[in-house]
């Protein structure tokens, strides 16, 4: 169905819409940087910006002034969120979680759809049709919610894996399954081979002209001259709105599905410039949600959301609390996820920008059609939204540290470079029973590391196979310790771009001038010269039990250039020393100190850790003869 809005050519016409964009994005940037600054997601300030200066509120934004225009601004930008989720879902970890992934974008799909449809009629009092329409659009969660808030909450592999690709590849499965309801209810056309026909079809057509569009977009970003380094991001993006128009041309609402199989396909045949353009879409993302969040907020109307009254706060309660739940039990059933999770999945769910945008979108065709509900659909969409976004969003953190299931408790380390310094940390992740693995391209300083009884991979950490073969997809700590502090700054870099560990270090770097994930390791000095004072034995390796009074002492201590703390041993776990580091009273803090004469050890002897209480510090800084 078609809907036009004629709009007024005039100056004074073109300047207001002007400002209503330029006052979304400006409210819209600028909830996002509150919302950093007090870590809290961002979709609860930009919901809140929405309805402050829409006709609600303030009266500032008039979303409906942009007519039809409203429409293209949705389709392009949720195009384009749906691309970046694609091009950043990490594949490799679905591989692990591929069994109930797909029971998630499947039969999770259908218990959402049945179970909210029953809660939004038996609980919200909505008639059937436009029951499973509200479920329909609340099948998604998104990428646009689930990334920030795994940024902000980042927990183990596995369910990130599933959270993350549930809200990419569930969100055009969902928005085409919303369209086919639509149909529906504007035709009254309840067949269910026909439904199930429109929905394959939709799906099936926009995974085939996004698979194969990726593929030319990824061929062009391989190409060496054309088109130049400086265009190949446009390039994409016109690529993919390109790619978008003509899925909607063949077959009408199999874009965002082209989208995302578009990225998913462009991340596996760019090669190395595509964390380039991963940079670009995400800056491009962040700056579509903003937009979209505060124009579809100011369009919403609040007294449709006060209209639901308590049977609408308890159909969003039955969502999260029963269906959600019960989605989760059954799609994974037969999986080796833990009970916790499964717990954790159970309770993050948040909706986003899909839904918002689709239900916006749905409202208006409703009302053209001359079917009444569509604000009250709309209404409990943001209600959802808001309560999920809120009470998960907030509580996230809290639930995954009472569970257990924070990556910063995930083990083990991967160290490029087996150099003395890098032999000498992987033996102290090794001797407290953390899996390590050490990559180098020097065939000598990796035989000396076999001879330890570490494991290594021969390689260029460069290479991104060398790297999933050391298993940086699994632990807690990547750490670059070359004696090249360029090399280990790009590293690190990719590193943290392309695989996400909880930790992202580079030895002694100063400024590690790469990006807010890459931290300083240890502390003054170069990899070099203590390289050099290892080889030499003109080190003592020392271990001292940390009391309250021994953290302000100990922060100026780690700034002598003659001893490198290295690590401590906390509750279990082993956390390589950074500047930022909090001292802890019972910490087992191992460090190295700098002699100027050789150790008296036998020459296969390794270093030993001693243990030596603070106060006898200063003595080990002296000479002894």
């Not at 993302?285 to 007294?303: C, G, P, W």
């Not at 019960?326 to 920008?353: C, E, H, Y």
């Amino acid at each position: 169905m078609a809907f036009g809005v004629v709009l007024d050519s005039s100056p004074e016409s073109s300047l207001a819409l002007t400002l209503q964009v330029v006052m979304a994005v400006g409210a819209g940037i600028g909830a996002q940087l509150l919302a950093d600054g007090l870590r809290i997601p961002s979709i609860v300030l930009l919901l809140g910006f929405g309805i402050a200066l829409g006709p609600d509120g303030f009266g500032l934004l008039q979303p409906q002034s942009l007519g039809v225009g409203l429409e293209v601004i949705i389709s392009l930008a949720v195009a384009l969120i749906l691309f970046e989720g694609g091009l950043n879902l990490r594949l490799a970890d679905l591989g692990t979680v591929s069994g109930a992934m797909r029971n998630l974008v499947s039969l999770g799909v259908l218990v959402t759809l049945v179970g909210g449809g029953v809660a939004a009629h038996y609980l919200g009092e909505f008639p059937w049709p436009l029951a499973f329409l509200y479920a329909a659009l609340v099948t998604v969660t998104g990428p646009t919610v689930i990334g920030p808030l795994l940024r902000q909450v980042p927990v183990d592999r596995q369910v990130a894996a599933l959270l993350e690709g549930e809200g990419v590849l569930n969100d055009p499965v969902g928005a085409v399954l919303a369209v086919v309801v639509l149909n529906v209810v504007l035709t009254g056309d309840t067949g269910l081979m026909d439904v199930g026909a429109g929905l394959l079809q939709r799906l099936g057509v926009g995974a085939a002209i996004g698979a194969l569009g990726g593929w030319s977009l990824g061929f062009l970003f391989r190409s060496e001259r054309f088109p130049p380094q400086d265009l190949k991001n446009l390039a994409a993006l016109a690529g993919l709105w390109g790619l978008y128009s003509v899925a909607q041309t063949v077959q009408s609402e199999s874009g965002l599905m082209a989208a995302v199989v578009a990225g998913l396909v462009l991340q596996r045949s760019a090669g190395p410039e595509q964390r380039l353009l991963k940079r670009f879409k995400g800056q491009l993302t962040t700056l579509a949600v903003s937009l979209l969040f505060v124009l579809l907020a100011a369009d919403l109307s609040i007294d449709s959301v006060l209209a639901l009254g308590w049977g609408g706060l308890l159909t969003v309660l039955a969502l999260m609390l029963l269906v959600r739940p019960v989605n989760i039990l059954l799609s994974t059933w037969n999986t080796d996820l833990s009970w916790q999770q499964k717990v954790f999945l159970a309770w993050v769910a948040p909706r986003g920008i899909v839904s918002a945008s689709v239900a916006s979108l749905f409202s208006i065709l409703l009302t053209a059609g001359g079917v009444t509900g569509g604000d009250s659909v709309k209404g409990l969409v943001f209600l959802t939204i808001t309560l999920t976004v809120v009470l998960q969003g907030l509580t996230a953190g809290r639930v995954a540290r009472l569970l257990g299931i924070c990556s910063s408790q995930t083990p083990g380390a991967v160290i490029v470079g087996s150099n003395p310094l890098g032999r000498l940390v992987a033996r102290v992740f090794q001797e407290h029973g953390e899996p390590v693995t050490l990559v180098d391209t020097n065939l000598e300083d990796c035989g000396r590391a076999t001879q330890e009884n570490l494991r290594v991979v021969v390689g260029s950490a460069l290479d991104a196979q060398v790297l999933e073969e050391a298993g940086v997809a699994e632990v807690g700590t990547f750490l670059a310790a070359t004696q090249n502090p360029a090399v280990n700054g790009v590293l690190a870099q990719r590193v943290a771009e392309e695989f996400y560990p909880p930790r992202v270090l580079v030895a002694l770097a100063p400024d590690p001038g790469t990006t807010s994930q890459v931290q300083s390791a240890f502390g003054e000095g170069t990899v070099k010269t203590w390289n050099q004072w290892l080889e030499t034995d003109q080190v003592r390796l020392l271990e001292t039990t940390l009391t309250l009074e021994d953290s302000s002492y100990w922060t100026n201590v780690v700034q002598n250039t003659e001893v490198l703390p290295l690590a401590l041993h906390r509750q279990g776990q082993v956390l390589l020393v950074t500047p930022s580091m909090d001292w802890q009273p019972g910490d087992r803090l191992l460090y190295l100190v700098h002699i100027p004469y050789p150790q008296r050890r036998p020459a296969e002897a390794p270093l030993t850790f001693e243990p030596v209480p603070l106060e006898n510090l200063a003595a080990t800084l002296l000479p002894q003869g």
